[in-house]
């Protein structure tokens, strides 16, 4: 029953921004461990951002500064907010929960996380 709906995404100018959006139903955002992952043609999947329970949260060192995770607990959504976008960044970018409460060292692990969304196309490009 958990399912994770993803949307938000689109072409942008490079310097751009953009913000996905994940909605989520059969967990609770607030106390779940939740990450975004990115992924392009001929390559593993990468992780981007996440935020613990706890309210923690880890970015990969190519986005620091630029990209931001945040919640909204009465929505039950998961936000990933991408400021000044670079061609770089053109990717499948998807949302995902932990299945459990995973400690820091797995965090960044595509394997610790149970559910996914269907995925958004994120296109930056002059």
């Known amino acids: 029953q958990v399912q994770l709906v993803e949307s938000g995404g689109g072409l942008v100018r490079p310097g751009g921004s953009l913000q996905l959006s994940c909605a989520v139903s059969?967990?609770?955002?607030?106390?779940?461990?939740m990450a975004w992952f990115r992924q392009t043609p001929g390559k593993e999947r990468e992780f981007v951002a996440s935020?613990?329970?706890?309210?923690?949260?880890y970015y990969v060192d190519s986005v620091k500064g630029r990209f931001t995770v945040s919640r909204d607990n009465g929505k039950n959504m998961f936000y990933l907010q991408m400021n000044s976008l670079k061609p770089e960044d053109t990717a499948v970018y998807y949302c995902a929960v932990a299945s459990g409460s995973p400690i820091t060292s797995t965090i960044r692990l595509a394997s610790t996380y149970g559910y996914w969304g269907q995925g958004a196309q994120v296109t930056v490009s002059s």
């Open positions: 935020r613990r329970s706890n309210g923690a949260t």
């Open positions: 059969g967990r609770t955002v607030s106390s779940s461990t």
